[in-house]
Every structure is written in C-alpha cells, then in structure tokens.
C-alpha cells in the first residue's frame, strides 16, 4: 500500500517509528514532514499528506501531533479525505470499519509508543463494512443545500 505520512514537531519521534514500522511491513511510504522536533506549523506538512490522498497519489495517510486534533481538521479540509482521530484499539477499528477513513490521526501525548503501532496495524488491516455506513458516507459526501445559520 501506498501511505503518506507527515508531523509536526510534536509528532515527529512517532512519525520516524511509523514510517519503520510500515516499511517493514512491505508498504511504500512517501514522508511529507517535519524533518525534526523543531518547531513548526503543522499544516504546512499535514496538507500535503492529505492532498495526496485526495489526488490518488496515495492509498492512504498517516498524520501526527501532539494531540492529532489539529492535524485531524487539517486532513479533513481536504476534498475526499475522510481522516479519524484514533487513540484507542476500538476507534482505530471504527474509523476504518465504519467510516471508511482513508486517514489516520494520531497524538504523541496521548498514546504510549505500542499502542501507537498497534492503532496504525488496526487501522491498515480493518476493511469497510459498507451497507448503511456507505450510505452515511455518501450523504457526507453529497452538496448540501443547507445555508448556514
């Protein structure tokens, strides 16, 4: 599988253990960065991440911060991408399963490093159930006649 992965500087010792990880599981990983533990802006790394997704250069994307919130809303401005902020065993297997994410969230602070990979397994491994989640997906996905209030 073709995965994008990218962090900001809090996420970063996480995003070089992942990317390890993914390769020695046979997964060809494009790194968008940070380079570093350095302070930076995480959309300047996340958005390209995402993009990838979106235009197919990717099967999928990895994004990580100190929380994942942030990162999570970055991904999730992008058209087409559908990324879930997991920090658990059960929300890894739920954004996959039934919200078909194509991105995985992920904070430093939050996870201890084997729950972080075991997140990432999870995530990579559990299928879409499809039925009414593809049909919720599909109304995340329609226009909107809804003015906002």
């Known amino acids: 599988m073709r ?21 020695a599981r046979g997964h060809k990983v494009n790194d968008h960065g940070t380079d570093s533990d350095e302070s930076c802006d995480y959309p300047d790394y996340i958005r390209p991440a995402a993009l990838a997704v979106a235009k197919g250069e990717a099967d999928r994307a990895i994004v990580l911060g100190g929380s994942g919130n942030g990162e999570a809303i970055v991904a999730n401005r992008v058209p087409g991408v559908r990324c879930a902020l997991a920090f658990s065993e059960d929300t890894a297997i739920w954004g996959r399963s039934h919200n078909d994410a194509n991105c995985l969230a992920i904070g430093e602070r939050t996870v201890s490093p084997e729950l972080c990979l075991r997140i990432v397994d999870l995530w990579l491994d559990t299928a879409f159930e499809g039925g009414r989640h593809q049909r919720r997906i599909e109304k995340i996905d329609a226009p909107s006649s809804a003015s906002p209030a």
Do not use: E
């Open 3 to 23: 995965i994008a992965i990218a962090s900001d500087h809090a996420g970063y010792r996480y995003k070089c253990l992942i990317i390890d990880h993914l390769q």
